[in-house]
Nanobody
Framework: QVQLVESGGGLVQPGGSLRLSCVAS????????LGWFRQAPGKEREKVAT????????YHADSVKGRFTISRDNAKNTVYLQMNSLKVEDTAVYYCAASHSWPLDAVDYWGQGTQVTVSS
């Protein structure tokens, strides 16, 4: 079992930046992928960005390419989501996810979520 704990959400103005962090309770070599999903009110949860726990392979949704960057620090069991040039439509609850599979389509572990609100 792996627990995921997110932090870093908050209120930011359009055009601003935030960095989300997700700490995994332990390093499991059966976990192949980590990632971030988001869910806005009234909408389905969507995949934002994913990264392999080993190697450099990443995925970013078209809606965030060029603005968001996923990265990880293996020594800290932590995955990050750097969010720049934030837009009102980025407002959502952001969830950290981990999977035993790659690509990260089937999520095995979820974090509790952190709210990101982009508003003037």
């Amino acid at each position: 079992q792996v627990q995921l704990v997110e932090s870093g959400g908050g209120l930011v103005q359009p055009g601003g930046s935030l960095r989300l962090s997700c700490v995994a309770s332990r390093r499991s070599f059966s976990i192949l992928g980590l990632g971030w999903f988001r869910q806005a009110p009234g909408k389905e949860r969507e995949k934002v960005a994913t990264i392999r726990w080993s190697g450099e392979t990443t995925y970013h949704a078209d809606s965030v390419k060029g603005r968001f960057t996923i990265s990880r620090d293996n020594a800290k069991n932590t995955v990050y989501l750097q969010m720049n040039s934030l837009k009102v439509e980025d407002t959502a609850v952001y969830y950290c996810a981990a999977s035993h599979s790659w690509p990260l389509d089937a999520v095995d572990y979820w974090g509790q979520g952190t709210q990101v609100t982009v508003s003037s």
